[in-house]
Structures are given as structure tokens and as C-alpha cells.
């Protein structure tokens, strides 16, 4: 019997996840803008075979709602600006050949026809390897970008994401393999029996259909989604190829796997074809001492600020900046935001006895996900552990800042996992489905063998 292979992601998310890398003499702050960096990035990454590259997306400049008294905005976080990621997979789709694409769009604020369409437009672009990572907004801030007044309750939010799903793919089965003839000897261009109008309507969408570009190459995109609150994990099991996650010890890792398992199975899924990626930051070294310097010095530039916008963002309406920085952790309002990782950082504080400052100063270290420093064997060690444990079928992989830390992963540890039989040698196909080992799904109305409404169509 094969081992179990591991499968990665590689998380862009300029210039770096740890919130003062950008500072780091290595670091390159300008991988947030210039397209001449992604591509290097992306090309680094498919060079170590790893399945998909993925981008995250937030409409809005973070804390841009609050302002001082001459104007100036306060972020909650010091990193603002990054490409439009589902026009960047778009032009990175051009210079690629075999790596996954998966840009973040949101649900909240986005319409289903338009999303379908633009992301079918990039599968077939690429070639099979686009993907979706479905989200439901979490920053207040987007609202008032959008025309609301406020920001969707978190119950509604997921409520509106689960019939976007729907509307979504529906459309993007609107059209049967075979439908597109371009038959030029009978003068038929498209097989109006094979081609399906949706008339969706909803609570939230009204949607006729059907789209108007054909089935893509892999069938539909891929579908990922990152929410792990209760909502989230029952949108996941139920939508999802791939859940990007945030558990940091095995046994909870192993826990959250199996659930979403369960609830695939109760979807009438095979658990098999959803694929759990835990965020796991890496900082290698050639030595163990190395690896720790390198750390040592990144904790040197996180400033206690910057750490604390992090944090505030997590805890309501909550001012945590009232509070003693050195006292524990106060007991934290709901939130609107993310539910998931608030529960995280809550639940890390009351088992570690953290003050708040050191939770503010473990986010800013891998935004609350693991960290993992080390050698390539280290390294290799603890995600052979997890995957042979049934704590995750690989990892979203994250870089305190861009380019080295993410050339450091490849040259060093893509080969150690190699050598150990856990990873590929080479990639599986041209689709991201292909590669993810994830099947093409089928066509509902190929399954179910409804006619459609709209009839021949010829020139």
C-alpha cells in the first residue's frame, strides 16, 4: 500500500504573516504590489511541487472606519495594500503550467453570477487549475464600501453563503459536456438540450442562468473554505475540497479532522475527497541554532503596538488597550468578526495562563497558527507526524516575509520529505484536481437527466 502523500498550499499573503517580517533585512516589502514578485513566488512554489498557491482577500483598509480628529486612519494592522488576488490568479494562470490558483471571494459582498462567471473564465484560462476560497467577510470595515449601513451578523453571513454555493455551482453546471458544438457543416453552435437555465430564487439571490461560457476543465474550480466556527465547519463539510484551518496541537488537529469527516459523510460526500490544511508557519535552518536565531531575530522587531491591533480586532467591543498589558486575558464579548479564531486565542490564554500581551505577541507572530522552527528534518518530523495521525491530509504553508523563507522551504524541505516517501516527485496532471486527487465532479443535470428549458440553438 502507497503512503499517504501530503498535500500543500503555499499562502501569499504579502509581505509575510508574521507582522513585523517586513522589517527583516532579507525581507522584500515590495512583494505586496509588483507583479514581477508574485510571479517569481508562484514559479518558486511550483517548482517544489507544492499544489496551489493561495491568496486571501479583504475589501476595505482595516480600521479605515475610525479616524482621528485630523484625519489620519488608524489601521488595526500595519499592512494595507496587495492585488486584487482573482485578477492576479488571472495573470498568474498565463506564466504557470501546473501549480493551483485559489483566490478569496467573498460571499458577503459579491453576487453569484458574476463570481461563477470570472472564476470559470480562470479555470478555463489555466487550464483546470483555478480554485475559489469561499468566504463570508470578516472585517466591519467592508460595509460601508458596499452600501451598508453595518456589517452582516455572523448567523446571516453563513446563511447567505450557503445559497450562494448553490447558485454558484448550479451555474457553473449549466452547461453539459458537449453542450458547445460549433457544428459547422448543420449550422448548430450549441446543444440547447444539454444547456440549463437555473431560475434560482432565494432568500438572498434571484439568478435565471444560465452561465454563458461552458463546463470548465475540471469540472467545476476547486472550492476551498477557512471557517472553523460551528457554521463554518458545516459550510466546510458541505461545500468544500479543501479546509484551510488553524489547530495547533495534534490531538485537536485530529479532532477537527475527524468532525468534518463526519459531517461530509452526512452530506452524502466521500470524506476522502475533503482535504484538511492546517496553517503551519516554517522558519528553517540548516542548524536547530540557526533556525532559533532566525526566529530571535524576528521577535526583535515585533513592537508591543502593532502586536496589540492584532488582538483588538478579535475581541468585540471590547478596548483591550484599557486593560494592563501584563494582566490576563479579560473575558471577551462575541464577536461579528471571526468567531473561530477569537475561541483560539481564548482558549490558548486559559490553558497557558498568557497575559495579553503575550497573546498579542503570539499572533503577530503566525496570525494564532503553528510554528514550526527548525531543521529540514525537524521540520519534516512534525508534518509527517500529523499526517501519519490523522491530524490533517497536509498544510497550508505560511512565511514570516517574502521571497527567502518560502525558497528556504524548497530547497531544504521539499527534498527531506521526498526522500521519506510522503510527498510527490513530480506533479500528478495538469488539473489542480488532478493533482489534489480530488474527482471531477458530476454534472447535475448529466446525473439526473433533466431536459432543458432552453431549446436549440443554431446560426
Keep these: 500500500m502507497s503512503r499517504r502523500q501530503l498535500r500543500l498550499g503555499a499562502f501569499l499573503y504579502t509581505p509575510g504573516s508574521h507582522s513585523a517580517g517586513w522589517r527583516h533585512p532579507d525581507a522584500v516589502p515590495e512583494t505586496d504590489m509588483d507583479f514581477a514578485w508574485y ?3 508562484a514559479q518558486t512554489a511550483e517548482r517544489g511541487l507544492i499544489d496551489t498557491v493561495f491568496f486571501q482577500d479583504t475589501a476595505a483598509v482595516n480600521g479605515s472606519a475610525n479616524l482621528d480628529g485630523a484625519g489620519a486612519i488608524r489601521p488595526r494592522v500595519s499592512r494595507q495594500v496587495y492585488l486584487e488576488p482573482v485578477s492576479l490568479i488571472a495573470a498568474l494562470a ?3 503550467t501546473h501549480i493551483g490558483l485559489i483566490s478569496t471571494a467573498t460571499t458577503t459582498y459579491s453576487q453569484p453570477y458574476d463570481l461563477a462567471r470570472r472564476f470559470a473564465t480562470i479555470d478555463h484560462i489555466s487550464g483546470g487549475r483555478a480554485g475559489w476560497n ?7 470595515d467592508e460595509a460601508g464600501n458596499f452600501g451598508a449601513e453595518r456589517h452582516m451578523d455572523h448567523a446571516l453571513r453563513y446563511e447567505r453563503a450557503e445559497e450562494f454555493w448553490d ?26 438540450d ?12 434571484k439568478v435565471r442562468g444560465p452561465l454563458n461560457l461552458p463546463r470548465t476543465p475540471q469540472g467545476r474550480p476547486v472550492v476551498s473554505e477557512a471557517g472553523s466556527s460551528e457554521a463554518g465547519k458545516r459550510l466546510a463539510a458541505r461545500t468544500a475540497d479543501l479546509v484551510f484551518t488553524a489547530q495547533t496541537v495534534l490531538e485537536e488537529g485530529r479532532a477537527f479532522r475527524d468532525e468534518v469527516r463526519a459531517l461530509a459523510t452526512g452530506f452524502g460526500r466521500d470524506p476522502d475527497d475533503v482535504k484538511i490544511l492546517p496553517g503551519l508557519m516554517t522558519i528553517v535552518g540548516r542548524t536547530e541554532e540557526e533556525a532559533q536565531a532566525k526566529l530571535a531575530a524576528l521577535q526583535s522587531l515585533i513592537s508591543d503596538e502593532a502586536a496589540m491591533r492584532l488582538l483588538a480586532r478579535l475581541c468585540g467591543d471590547l478596548d483591550i488597550h484599557a486593560f494592563d498589558p501584563d494582566g490576563p486575558l479579560p473575558p471577551l464579548p462575541p464577536s461579528n468578526a471571526a468567531k473561530a479564531r477569537q475561541q483560539l486565542i481564548v482558549d490558548l490564554a486559559r490553558k497557558e495562563g498568557l497575559s495579553i500581551r503575550q497573546v498579542a505577541r503570539y499572533l503577530g507572530t503566525s496570525l494564532g497558527h503553528q510554528l514550526q522552527v527548525g531543521t529540514p528534518a525537524q521540520i519534516a518530523d512534525r508534518m509527517q507526524e500529523w499526517l501519519e495521525e490523522g491530524a490533517c491530509d497536509g498544510f497550508n504553508l505560511m512565511f514570516p516575509h517574502f521571497p527567502r523563507p ?5 530547497e531544504l524541505v521539499v527534498p527531506e520529505l521526498q526522500r521519506r516517501g510522503i510527498y510527490r516527485t513530480g506533479y500528478e496532471g495538469r488539473t489542480l484536481r488532478e493533482n489534489l486527487g480530488i474527482p471531477v465532479p458530476a454534472n447535475r443535470y448529466t446525473r439526473t437527466g433533466a431536459n432543458s428549458s432552453g431549446g436549440g440553438t443554431s446560426v
Design 134 to 140: 469561499l468566504v463570508t467577510s470578516q472585517i466591519e
Design 194 to 205: 444539454r444547456l440549463h437555465f437555473q431560475h434560482h430564487e432565494g432568500r438572498h439571490f
Design 406 to 410: 518560502l525558497e528556504y522551504f524548497v
Design 94 to 96: 498565463a506564466v504557470t
Design 39 to 41: 510571479l517569481r513566488m
Design 167 to 192: 447558485v454558484v455551482t448550479a451555474l457553473w453546471d449549466s452547461w453539459e459536456d458537449g453542450a458547445l458544438l460549433r457544428d459547422k457543416a448543420s449550422g448548430v453552435y450549441i446543444d440547447g
